[in-house]
Nanobody
Framework: QVQLVESGGGLAQAGGSLRLSCAAS????????MGWYRQTPGKERELVAI???????TYADSVKGRFTISRDNAKNTVYLQMNSLKPEDTADYYC????????WGRGTQVTVSS
């Protein structure tokens, strides 16, 4: 069984920064990718950023140049540094690990005020 525990969400002003962390526990060595998705009410969950065990990263166009994903394989932890935040970044952010099976954290709320 895999558990993902997110932390670091909260309230920020536009132009500000937040850092999300997600610690994975359980049998996680078999999974290649860790990352972050986000979701707002009435919309589908969307990819924010993902990083492979080898360090290859993929970002949504909307966050390129502002967000940075990183991971510490020794700690089974993934981070998301969010800079130059915009009100449209407001969402619930979910940690992800996979494949072949996909696991999600419970989510952490990020609110960006204008």
């Amino acid at each position: 069984q895999v558990q993902l525990v997110e932390s670091g969400g909260g309230l920020a002003q536009a132009g500000g920064s937040l850092r999300l962390s997600c610690a994975a526990s359980g049998s996680v060595s078999r999974f290649n990718s860790m990352g972050w998705y986000r979701q707002t009410p009435g919309k589908e969950r969307e990819l924010v950023a993902i990083i492979s065990s080898g360090g290859t990263t993929t970002y949504a166009d909307s966050v390129k140049g502002r967000f940075t994903i990183s991971r510490d394989n020794a700690k089974n932890t993934v981070y998301l540094q969010m800079n130059s935040l915009k009100p449209e970044d407001t969402a619930d952010y979910y940690c992800y690990i996979g494949p072949p099976a996909n696991y999600w954290g419970r989510g952490t709320q990020v609110t960006v005020s204008s």
